[in-house]
């Protein structure tokens, strides 16, 4: 066979593999890395953090209908044993200890700046109930040279 009777027999997909694998051969898997984040960072700027939020709820919901929510719980399952695997059971003990902490700190801030606000509110009402306005006089006129008096 010559190459003029294998012409057309390679298929668009089967090309772009090749091709692909050509690239990953000849500059490495962090070719791809660095300009799949080059390619991510345009998207995000040229249309914002809610596209990435978006795409990925309408995957998750494709996701869902294609295979239930229980695969979510499964690969969840998968996720967690893998971690506790790697890190150790104590790893869920730091985390939710920090979590906790957290959340605590939050609360207590929340309570200071309530406070704050409702002090701020008070010292406003108070000053104001202290010193009733005196009421707003019209300057006097000067008397006008050949008046009508």
Request: proline residues 4%; glycine residues 16%; without cysteine.
């Given at each position: 066979m010559t190459d003029k009777d294998n012409k057309g027999s390679?298929?668009?997909a089967e090309a772009?593999?090749?091709g692909g694998e050509t690239v990953r051969n000849e500059?490495?898997?962090e070719f791809y890395e660095t300009i799949g984040r080059k390619g991510g960072a345009t998207v995000k700027a040229?249309?914002?953090?809610s596209f990435?939020?978006?795409i990925g709820r309408k995957g998750g919901e494709t996701v869902k209908a294609e295979r239930g929510a229980k695969f979510y719980e499964e690969i969840g399952k998968k996720g967690g044993d893998r971690v506790k695997a790697t890190r150790g059971p104590n790893f869920y003990?730091?985390?939710g200890r920090k979590g906790g902490q957290k959340v605590k700190k939050l609360i207590e801030e929340g309570k200071r700046?309530?406070?704050?606000?409702?002090?701020g509110q008070a010292g406003n009402a108070s000053a104001s109930s202290e010193a009733p306005a005196a009421p707003a006089q019209a300057p006097e006129e000067p008397a006008q040279p050949g008046g009508n008096e």
């Amino acid at each position: 066979m010559t190459d003029k009777d294998n012409k057309g027999s390679m298929t668009v997909a089967e090309a772009g593999r090749k091709g692909g694998e050509t690239v990953r051969n000849e500059r490495g898997r962090e070719f791809y890395e660095t300009i799949g984040r080059k390619g991510g960072a345009t998207v995000k700027a040229e249309r914002g953090r809610s596209f990435y939020e978006e795409i990925g709820r309408k995957g998750g919901e494709t996701v869902k209908a294609e295979r239930g929510a229980k695969f979510y719980e499964e690969i969840g399952k998968k996720g967690g044993d893998r971690v506790k695997a790697t890190r150790g059971p104590n790893f869920y003990e730091e985390i939710g200890r920090k979590g906790g902490q957290k959340v605590k700190k939050l609360i207590e801030e929340g309570k200071r700046a309530a406070r704050a606000a409702m002090e701020g509110q008070a010292g406003n009402a108070s000053a104001s109930s202290e010193a009733p306005a005196a009421p707003a006089q019209a300057p006097e006129e000067p008397a006008q040279p050949g008046g009508n008096e």
